[in-house]
């Protein structure tokens, strides 16, 4: 659905994970559909590399006559749950996602695309979307240590999904602490890549940033004054342990070779693990 600064070490750039991506475009068959984000702004890259191919535009930001799918009227409640209108060539629905996050409402039009591009209704599209359940490791709540409130976003990372877990994190009324652990495959980009996402966690609602992890130190240096970096897991634990309440929310985030889902599992309650 875009392309970011995800796995940068493997491919030397931003514009090395374009090209990359655009050879999914080469394996698709003269006449077959290329869904393509209108807002990602390589798009004309990839636009010009799929010759041959029916392009069919989705979006959220973007509009005009080329956008066939898009987002309109998103409103966020509280706990990062997210409601919209899916404009389509076929009429518009209203959709509740069980998904949490702004960033999943992209994801959400580019699968309605695909359904409907496929022979789906707008009513199918619709139920399809509205039954969505989220994934363990993305964007998950589960039950926490004494009540508190325990976000599971570790299956992966990039700063951008930092990004965007940082704005769910905003939404809610609970103290809010992001548990950030590091983000791999950043190559020569992995400093300041980690110092953006505490720049930008700095100018968000969030109240405490503690960080575990060789570049983490960068985060949290760049959050400013109430930040906390540990040594190591083991601290980092007994100091949300001791925080944990039925008033503070925790979003544990970091890349999988992070292991920062160990972090979710100590800090759930006993019976769910």
Known sequence: TNASAAH???????????????????????????????????????IQRATEKRIVQFGVSAAGPQ?????????????????????????????????????????AVAAAAAAMEAGAS???GKAGLSELAPVKGRMC??????????????????????MAAIDVLNSFNERKFLIAGDIKELGDESVSAHESVGHYAANSAIDELWGV????????????????????????????????SNDVAFLIKGSRGAHMDLVVKAMQNAGEQ
């Open 8 to 46: 940068i070490e493997g491919f030397g750039s931003l514009q090395g994970i374009v090209e990359a991506k655009g050879e999914i475009l080469d394996g698709l068959q003269p006449g077959g559909i290329a869904l393509l984000n209108a807002d990602d702004p390589n798009i004309e890259q990839w």
């Open 122 to 124: 707008l009513a199918e």
């Open 213 to 244: 992890g060789d570049f983490t130190r960068y985060t949290v240096a760049a959050y400013g004054g109430r930040g906390r970096h540990f040594e190591n897991q083991e601290e980092l634990i007994a100091a949300c342990q001791a925080e944990a």
């Open 141 to 162: 709540i589960v039950p926490g240590l004494n009540d508190c409130c325990l976000i599971d976003d570790t299956y992966n990372a990039s700063p951008s999904s930092f």
């Open 67 to 107: 956008v066939a799918y898009r987002a309109c009227d998103i409103q966020i409640g509280q706990r990062g749950q997210v409601q919209f209108t899916l404009e389509s060539p076929d009429g518009k629905a209203d959709i509740q996602l069980q998904l949490l996050g702004v960033h999943n409402v992209r994801n």
